[in-house]
Nanobody, 117 residues
Framework: QEQVVESGGGLVEAGGSLRLSCVAS????????MAWFRQAPGKEREFVTR????????NYADSVKGRFTIDKDSAENTVSLDMKTRKTRDKAIYYC??????????WGQGTQVTVSS
């Protein structure tokens, strides 16, 4: 059964750094890309960043460019998100997605990121 699991969320001081990880299983699942979305309190879910799992090309939302970095890990179907946070705009639940070459996109349950002043 396909599954996407995020980890690494927690409390970080404004201006501090945090790394999120995401693993899609089974390992045999052939992925086209993986992505991160987030949903802040009282707001709609929004796109954060995406990486092509073959070419490793990336794209980012304007709000995180220069502060967040997505990368493909050496482990199969695993990506990380390195974040340099700011207080208001980055507090959210962060969701990871995995898009196979064929079929639907899979979503994780999300991991909470809280930014303190």
């Amino acid at each position: 059964q396909e599954q996407v699991v995020e980890s690494g969320g927690g409390l970080v001081e404004a201006g501090g750094s945090l790394r999120l990880s995401c693993v899609a299983s089974p390992r045999s699942l052939s992925l086209h890309d993986m992505a991160w979305f987030r949903q802040a309190p009282g707001k709609e879910r929004e796109f954060v960043t995406r990486i092509n799992m073959i070419s490793r090309s990336t794209n980012y939302a304007d709000s995180v460019k220069g502060r967040f970095t997505i990368d493909k890990d050496s482990a199969e179907n695993t990506v990380s998100l390195d974040m340099k946070t700011r207080k208001t705009r980055d507090k959210a639940i962060y969701y990871c997605t995995a898009q196979p070459h064929f079929g639907r996109e899979y979503w994780g349950q999300g991991t909470q990121v809280t930014v303190s002043s």
